[in-house]
């Protein structure tokens, strides 16, 4: 089951924050987040392994709650390097990495 | 050096050929994949392969078919092309199925005319 991102599209100005969110139906072992800017390979963001962890490097991070099957990644003061589409892909019992439709961030300076 | 290539980057053909791409990766990976990426953006699992054998075939027609020689290679094989094959194709590959990061290839762009 693919899971689902919301929202689809958001547009920020630079220095703004915003937060992705990812939820699936079924149980999961992992979440990732990955970012893909226009015409290249997805780059892998973090990978959120047990309920309630969270991870982050600068100013991207997320957060896992395993009972609620959702994920959120959260982007501080947003810079222009961080406009893409990000993918949140979740990982089951079954080897499988499903990613989601993506949301669209676009940031404007 | 690149962790994971595909050739070719760019492949144009007539509905009914058959073509391959290839993927090769450096990493010493395990586990490796084809998702396939259509014009809406959609990141689709298609196979994965750990150590040479096949652990996920989504439901893709019988026309693909991925072949790993060893587990540094895997390629895909496409027979018949259809108009609906056009897509960009990534190969990646991953320490631990289902749970490592996923290096992924540059993405070979196939327009089936």
């Known amino acids: 089951q693919q899971p689902v991102q919301s929202p689809q599209a958001v547009i920020l100005r630079e220095g703004e924050d915003a937060v992705i969110n990812c939820s699936s139906s079924k149980a999961l072992y992992s979440v990732h987040w990955y970012r893909q800017k226009h015409g290249e390979a997805p780059v892998f963001l973090m990978i959120?392994?047990?309920?309630?962890e969270q991870k982050g490097h600068d100013k991207i991070s997320a957060s896992f709650n395993e009972k609620k099957q959702q994920s959120s990644l959260y982007l501080t003061a947003s810079q222009l390097s961080y406009s893409g589409t990000y993918f949140c892909?979740?990982?089951?019992?079954?080897?499988?990495?499903?990613f989601g439709k993506g949301t669209r961030l676009h940031i404007l300076p | 050096d690149t962790a994971v290539s595909q050739t070719p980057k760019y492949l144009v053909t007539q509905m009914g050929n058959d073509k391959s791409i290839k993927c090769e990766q450096n990493l010493g990976h395990d586990t490796m994949y084809w998702y396939k990426q259509d014009s809406k953006k959609f990141l689709k699992i298609m196979f994965s392969?750990?150590?040479?054998?096949?652990?996920i075939n989504e439901t893709v027609p019988n026309r693909f078919s991925p072949k790993s020689p060893d587990k540094a290679h895997l390629n895909l094989h496409i027979n018949s092309l259809e108009l609906g094959d056009s897509a960009v194709y990534f190969c990646?590959?991953?320490?631990?199925?289902?749970?490592?990061?996923?290096?992924f290839g540059e993405g070979s762009r196939l327009t089936v005319l």
């Open positions: 959120l392994l047990k309920g309630g």
């Open positions: 392969y750990n150590n040479k054998e096949l652990i």
């Open positions: 892909g979740t990982g089951g019992r079954d080897d499988k990495i499903i």
């Open positions: 990646a590959s991953s320490r631990i199925a289902g749970a490592g990061e996923l290096f």
